[in-house]
C-alpha cells in the first residue's frame, strides 16, 4: 500500500480553516501515472484540494444545506473512501480520497489503487483502502494523543516533528508503520529485526495464540530419455519458508534442518539476510565442484530475527541417486494413427502417497484429435480436443505393484490444428508429470518440530511442514528425437 499525497487540515470553529501540513509523494505519483495511463488525473494544488474536500465532507457554505456537486440524486458516495472531482484542464476524479476528522484536525491521504478505474472495484476488495484508514488513525492518536484535544503547544511541537517521522514510518510514501505518542524529533537508529513491532497499518493482526510456521519444500525436476546414449538428468531444489505470527516484539529464532545418516549434504545453500551468524561451512558446499564426502552433513543451524512477513529463509540444491517415478514412453506412428506405450514406476523410496498425480501427452502439430482407444492400468484419462491434450490423472496412490501402463492408438482427423511447437514435430513428443507428496523429501531433509527454538515469553506454538513436488518433469518419447543437455540441470 502507498500513498500519493497525505494532508491535515485544522478546522477549529472561529478559525480559519487551513492545511497545517501536506506531503507528497513524486515516486507513489509517477506509479500512479504509469497505472492510469489515458485516465490519469494530477492532484490540484492546495488550496483547490481544501476547498473540495470540505465541500465533501460537508464543511463548507454551512449556510447551504444542499450543494449540487454532493447532493444530487445521481452521485452516490462511497464513504469513506470519497471522490474529489477535479475542474479544469486536469478534470476527472481523485479516488479513494480517505479521510478522518476527530477534534480540531482532519486527516486525509490519496491511495494508490493498483487497479484500472473503471468499472470501480468494490471497497471490499481493495486493501489500500483499509490501510490507509488504520495509518490514518495511527497519525491521529500521535497528533492528538490519548484525548481529543491537547494543548495548541503539543499539537505544534507534533506537527513539527511529523517530517522527521515520516521519513521512518512511511518513506517514499509506503507505511512501514505508525509514529508513537512522544516519538523524539531526532530521528532515531532503525530497531532491529528482532524488536520490530506488527504495523498498525497492516490489516489482519494476528489475535490468538502466538504460531511459528516453517514449511520445508522441495521441487524436483526431471529429463529422462529411456535410451542408453543419452544420460537421464534429474536434481533436487529446496525452500524453507517461514512466518512467526506473534503480537508485539517479535522473537529471536533458531530453525535446524537435519538429514538422515545416508543422506547426501545440501549444496548451494543461500540464506536469507535475517540470518544473524552461521558456520562458514555450511556455505561451502557447491553442486558444481566434485563432492569428496567431507563436506558439512548437518545439523544446519539458521538463527535469525524474522522480518514481519512470510520469507524465504534459506535454500539448497541435494544430489539424489534416483528420480521419484521413473518412466518410459514410446511413440510409433503408421499412417494416420500413433501407437502409445507408457509405463510409469513409483521408487521404493517415495511414500505412496499423493495431494494429486497427471501424466500430460500434448500432440502438437497435428489434426485434431477425434478418435481414442487406449487403457490405462490405473487411473483415468481425458481429452482434450482443443488443446490436443491426453491427461491421466493417477489419483492420489499407485497400485501395490507400484507401477502403471498406457497402452492404445490415437486417430486425428478434421481441419483443425493444434497449437504449434517446433520441439514437438514428427515423434519428437514428451510426457510431463505434475505431482505433489506430502510430509516428504526427497534429500530426506526435515525440520522437527522440537527443534525449532524460539526465545520468547510469547511461547508459540510450532507449526512445522514438509513436501515434494515436480517442476518441469519430463519423459521423452524413446523412439524419436529430444532435445539432449550435456550440462548439469539449473534451476
Known amino acids: 500500500m502507498s500513498l500519493r499525497a497525505l494532508w491535515i487540515i485544522s478546522h477549529e470553529k472561529g478559525e480559519n480553516v487551513s492545511i497545517r501540513f501536506s506531503r507528497r509523494f513524486p515516486t507513489v ?3 500512479a501515472k504509469s497505472l492510469a495511463g489515458s485516465s490519469y488525473v494530477a492532484i490540484p494544488e492546495e488550496s483547490s484540494v481544501l476547498q473540495l474536500l470540505l465541500t465533501e465532507l460537508g464543511l463548507s457554505d454551512s449556510s447551504k444545506s444542499y450543494v449540487a456537486l454532493r447532493d444530487d440524486c445521481l452521485y452516490r458516495p462511497r464513504s469513506p ?3 474529489l472531482r477535479v475542474d479544469g484542464p486536469g478534470k476527472g ?3 479513494p480520497v480517505l479521510a478522518i476528522s476527530q477534534g480540531p484536525l482532519i486527516l486525509a491521504c490519496l491511495a494508490l489503487v493498483d487497479v484500472p478505474p473503471e468499472p470501480r472495484p468494490p471497497l471490499a476488495s ?3 483502502v483499509s490501510q490507509g484508514l488504520t495509518f490514518l488513525a495511527g497519525l491521529q492518536t500521535f497528533l492528538l ?3 481529543s484535544k491537547p494543548d495548541s503547544e503539543g499539537l505544534v511541537s507534533r506537527l513539527a516533528m511529523l517530517p522527521s517521522v515520516l521519513l521512518q514510518v512511511c518513506p517514499l510514501g509506503t507505511p512501514l508503520d505508525v509514529p508513537v505518542a512522544g516519538a523524539p524529533v531526532t530521528p532515531t537508529v532503525p530497531t532491529p529485526a528482532g524488536t520490530q513491532k506488527q504495523p498498525a497499518w497492516k490489516t489482519g493482526l494476528h489475535r490468538g495464540r502466538a504460531v511459528v510456521n516453517v514449511a520445508l519444500v522441495e521441487t524436483v525436476r526431471s529429463m529422462q530419455y529411456g535410451n542408453q546414449s543419452r544420460q537421464d538428468l534429474w536434481d533436487v531444489y529446496g525452500t524453507v519458508i517461514c512466518k512467526c505470527e506473534v503480537e508485539g516484539l517479535l522473537p529471536n529464532v533458531t530453525v535446524t534442518l537435519s538429514l538422515p545418516p545416508n543422506g547426501s549434504p545440501l549444496q548451494d545453500i543461500l540464506v536469507h539476510p535475517c540470518v544473524t551468524s552461521l558456520d562458514s561451512s555450511i556455505l561451502t558446499s557447491s553442486s558444481v565442484d566434485n563432492n569428496d564426502g567431507s563436506a558439512f552433513s548437518g545439523p544446519y543451524k539458521f538463527p535469525f530475527s524474522p522480518p514481519l512477513e ?5 535454500s539448497y540444491t541435494s544430489q539424489v541417486p534416483v528420480p521419484p517415478i521413473l518412466g518410459s514412453y514410446q511413440l510409433k506412428e503408421e499412417a494416420n494413427q500413433l501407437h502409445v506405450s507408457v509405463a510409469l514406476k513409483l521408487h521404493e523410496s517415495v511414500k505412496n502417497t499423493f495431494e494429486y498425480c497427471a501424466a500430460h501427452l500434448p500432440f ?3 489434426d485434431q484429435m477425434s478418435i481414442v482407444d487406449v487403457k490405462v492400468s490405473a ?11 491426453l491427461v491421466w490423472a493417477l489419483g492420489q496412490k499407485f497400485p501395490k505393484s507400484r507401477e502403471v501402463t498406457m497402452e492404445g492408438k490415437i486417430i486425428f482427423s478434421g481441419p483443425t490444428r493444434g497449437p504449434s511447437d517446433p520441439l514437438c514435430t514428427q515423434l519428437t513428443a514428451y510426457i510431463k508429470l505434475y505431482f505433489k507428496v506430502p510430509d516428504l523429501t526427497l534429500s530426506g531433509c526435515c525440520v522437527d518440530q522440537h527443534s525449532v527454538q524460539v526465545y520468547s515469553s510469547a511461547k508459540p506454538r510450532i507449526v512445522t511442514s514438509r513436501e515434494l513436488q515436480s517442476k518441469e518433469y519430463y519423459i521423452w518419447n524413446s523412439t524419436g528425437t529430444a532435445p539432449v543437455s550435456s550440462g548439469q540441470m539449473m534451476m
Open 310 to 314: 512470510h520469507f524465504r529463509l534459506c
Open 93 to 95: 476524479t481523485l479516488w
Open 145 to 147: 494523543g490519548s484525548g
Open 81 to 83: 473512501a470519497l471522490e
Open 364 to 366: 502438437f502439430n497435428r
Open 126 to 128: 481493495l486493501m489500500s
Open 29 to 31: 505519483e509517477y506509479r
Open 379 to 389: 487411473g483415468q484419462l481425458d481429452v482434450s480436443k482443443e488443446k490436443n491434450l
